[in-house]
């Protein structure tokens, strides 16, 4: 899937990012980034509001788990099931989100057990990036369900 296909689906199947105006920079196989504008997101303190950088961060770390099952072919329902957001430093313009597995030997076992139990968990991490600088962490355990459970 390239960035183009994603950033369809993602204002299409999830009308927040639209509203938010997330654009996808990149997808590859192991992270995916997602940018946002201050404009759309901002808060009475003309910073970025911490809700939007939450969305922006579980966006980019469910696209990726989105994308790579979609390029082995499988089909599930990916759900977030928890998460922790650290906030770093005050967002005040566009910034990123650049996601990644947290392990990513992980993947294989994630996918054999999908494949074997129609149930799987994987924890993914993404960096809030603002003007270069590190502004916020989050990580979450992303829970997909095949077919049956779909």
């Given at each position: ?9 993602l ?8 509203a938010?105006?997330?654009?996808v ?17 901002i ?8 809700g ?20 082995e ?15 770093e430093?005050p ?6 989100a ?9 993947w ?7 494949k ?7 924890t ?23 077919q049956?459970?779909?």
């Amino acid at each position: 899937m390239n960035p183009i296909e994603l950033e369809g689906y993602l204002h299409l199947h999830i009308p927040l990012s639209k509203a938010m105006q997330v654009s996808v920079l990149s997808v590859k196989n192991d992270g995916v980034v997602l940018s946002a504008p201050l404009a759309p997101n901002i808060n009475h303190r003309e910073t970025v509001f911490g809700g939007s950088v939450a969305a922006v961060a579980i966006l980019s770390a469910w696209a990726l788990v989105h994308t790579r099952l979609s390029t082995e072919g499988l089909q599930a329902r990916l759900v977030i099931q928890r998460n922790t957001m650290e906030y770093e430093k005050p967002i005040s313009g566009a910034f990123t989100a650049e996601s990644f597995l947290r392990r990513p030997e992980d993947w294989v076992s994630f996918v054999r057990v999908l494949k074997r139990r129609n149930k799987a968990r994987i924890t993914v991490a993404s960096h809030l990036v603002f003007l270069g600088e590190m502004a916020g962490r989050f990580e979450g355990e992303f829970v997909a369900l095949g077919q049956a459970d779909a």
